[in-house]
């Protein structure tokens, strides 16, 4: 490991050296010449789409994951659009779900026509909290709660068994969003088979990728049923069922979407699915690597991994404890893109963007949610890292904490606030 900046090192920000020359993104995908074959094989048969890699891939996942079903969609959204309809959610419909995930995860209530209510986040995973789950749920008097959206953000799965009782008690169904998830163990099992329905997405940054591409996993053979007419039009039979047994007919027995993942894609998903054990370790060991390089940096609050669980760390978001640093987390997030460490920051809570705030609650409703989202970087985190990236972002986390700690105290979160609404 290289030596640790001092004080004295000035920042690339301020017209110093950069910790790298080129930028390090915070995710990227790497596939290699055994998932090129893979795809090229399919492009030279006679299955593009809706051919036999489909259920080849979604078994072998279901299995991985340790669920009976596992039904392919074109990405994640539109699994999570699949999964909220199986649930049954309609106008007049509610589902509750956090404000600390990506937009997808709300939006796929409204698709359907039904409202997503938000509860407020656990301090220390920012998973949804179980408590502030049921506080929603008894202020309701009517029971339109058909489902409960929970997150696992960032890798860690959300309380799965407090609030998979807490669906049941309300009569809903509990959807678990494992976008950021795959691989990720809940006392003692893979997330997929836990849930009533659990949704992946296959997006680049993700575990595992077919470019664009989702599922959902299930061990209900009913909602499986409607989840695989749902992203196919609604049609009850596969086309390459009715060819194979001659037969032209079909029916329409609901409406749904194109919503299918191609055979190509499918081959990239399988290829890439041998890999995910050994991908999941690498992401293990450079979370472990940053959390005991950050030990000493008492404005830096590194993400807690709770008892039980093993995360997948699709994400390493840290919090700044702005109330030590001179510098709000937009200026320290530009230092650190100035020394070519392509960092990022998940989540703007959902109910603070544009479209939520105008139809939903106001501002200021979830604080944990909402105080979180005032100090979150999250770090360059992808399986394909080497092991001079890692220390580059060590390097340059310390170099930019050390310079704009102890220059003034709190200034840091007012100042954030002021440069929030300047570049955010
Ligand atoms: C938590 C979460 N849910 C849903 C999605 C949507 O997945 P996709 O991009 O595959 O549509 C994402 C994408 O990043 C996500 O992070």
Known sequence: ????????????????????????????????????????????????????????????????????????????????????????????????????????????????????????????????????????????????????????????????????????????????????????????????????????????????????????????ARLAETLRCFRNHGISSEARQRQESGQWFYEMVLLGFNYRLTDIACALGLSQLEKLAPNLTRRREIAGQYTAAFRDLPAVVVPTVREGVNPAWHLYPIRLNLEMLAAGRAEIFRALRAENIGVNVHYIPVHQHPYYRERFKSKGSYPVAEDAYERLISLPMFHAMMAQDVEDVIHALHKVVIHYQGKGEGKGERSHLLETRQSE
């Not at 080849?56 to 539109?78: C, D, H, I, K, Q």
């Not at 058909?146 to 959300?158: E, L, M, N, R, W």
């Not at 407090?162 to 006392?187: M, N, S």
């Open 1 to 220: 490991m290289s030596a640790l900046p001092t004080k004295l090192q000035a920042l690339a920000i301020h017209g110093g050296t950069p910790v790298r020359k080129k930028l390090l993104p915070y995710g990227r995908q790497s596939l290699d010449d055994a998932d090129i074959r893979a795809v090229v094989e399919v492009l030279k048969s006679d299955w593009l789409t809706t051919g036999p890699k489909i259920g080849e891939f979604e078994e072998r996942f279901a299995a991985w994951v340790g669920a009976r079903y596992a039904v392919s969609f074109s990405s994640g959204t539109a699994a999570l659009h699949g999964a909220a309809f199986a649930a049954g959610l309609g106008p007049g419909d509610e589902a509750v779900t956090t404000p600390m995930t990506f937009c997808a995860t709300a939006n796929c209530v409204l698709y359907q026509g039904a409202t997503p209510v938000f509860a407020d986040v656990s301090p220390d995973t920012l998973n949804l909290d179980p408590g502030e789950v049921a506080k929603e749920l008894s202020a309701r008097t009517s029971s339109r709660t058909k489902a409960i959206f929970a997150v696992d953000y960032s890798g860690h799965p959300a309380a799965l068994d407090e609030l998979g009782q807490l669906a049941k008690t309300h009569g809903a169904l509990l959807i678990e969003d494992a976008c950021h998830a795959l691989g990720a163990e809940y006392r003692g099992k893979r997330v997929g088979g836990i849930a009533d329905m659990t949704v992946f997405s296959f997006h680049p940054v993700k575990h595992l990728t077919t470019g664009e591409g989702g599922m959902v996993a299930t061990n209900d």
